[in-house]
């Protein structure tokens, strides 16, 4: 299928790293009628619609055997919520296992969750723009960003029950590099701290990956 071009024009804000690209975090304050759910790390869900959530990751960098799993569950209780998270390590030996921010631990788990948006080093900050001018990234469509990045985006998709639009995302001060990305609808990205997928390449090598393997929401 032929895909349509949009040039999207405007200048993307700076991130810090580790920052979420439309993802909810780092924003400014929630609507009325929506929250925001702060996590222990510090960043947050912003414009959480309520309800309980559960999502599930896969989460792989190279040099792992097996990808680690990343959970958080989000319970509604009244006006509060409870935030949980969780992240299974696997073949970790006796000795490198530690609690808080050891050489593993919560410290290993945070750098394997935000492997995504550094991205090979790529800067994937021209996607903020999308968020900022409320663009719904739909299927057969080439997005050129500021800094002269490029989304090209394929078929429509699911992943873990959910509809997403899967593109690929470059930035011409970083040849070689590239990241596969699915996005979805609005209402779906204010409940998911990461992308449905997350795939960050380098010279044709896969340098990281997550997947969403499991989404759960009840209003």
């Known amino acids: 299928m ?25 924003q400014p304050p929630s609507p009325p009628g929506q929250q925001q759910v702060r ?10 619609p309520g309800g309980s959530t559960k999502v599930t990751y896969e989460i792989w960098q190279m040099g792992q055997e097996k990808p680690h799993l990343y959970t958080l ?16 390590l696997f073949d970790v030996v006796l000795g490198r296992v530690a609690t808080g921010f050891g050489p593993s ?15 090979g080093n790529i800067d994937l900050t021209p996607l903020q723009v999308l968020e900022e001018k409320k663009i719904v990234v739909q299927p057969n469509q080439s997005y050129y960003l500021p800094d002269g990045a490029r ?32 996005f979805t609808k609005p209402e779906i990205t204010a409940l998911l701290p990461f992308p449905p997928l997350s795939i960050t390449e380098a010279d044709g090598v896969v340098r990281s990956k997550i997947v969403l393997i499991e989404f759960r929401h009840t209003p």
């Open 2 to 26: 032929r895909k349509k071009s949009v040039l999207v024009l405007g200048i993307a804000a700076l991130v810090l790293a580790g920052a979420a690209v439309g993802w909810g975090q780092g």
């Open 105 to 119: 631990g919560a410290a290993g788990a945070m750098a394997a969750r935000f492997e995504r948006f550094r991205g």
């Open 39 to 48: 996590r222990f790390f510090g960043l947050g869900l912003t414009n959480y």
């Open 151 to 182: 989304l090209v985006t394929g078929e429509a998709s699911v992943i873990a029950g959910i509809d997403v639009v899967i593109g690929v995302y470059t930035h011409p001060g970083f040849p070689g590099q590239r990241v596969e990305m699915a």
């Open 73 to 88: 569950e989000v319970i509604q209780r009244g006006d509060k919520y409870d935030v949980i998270e969780s992240t299974t």
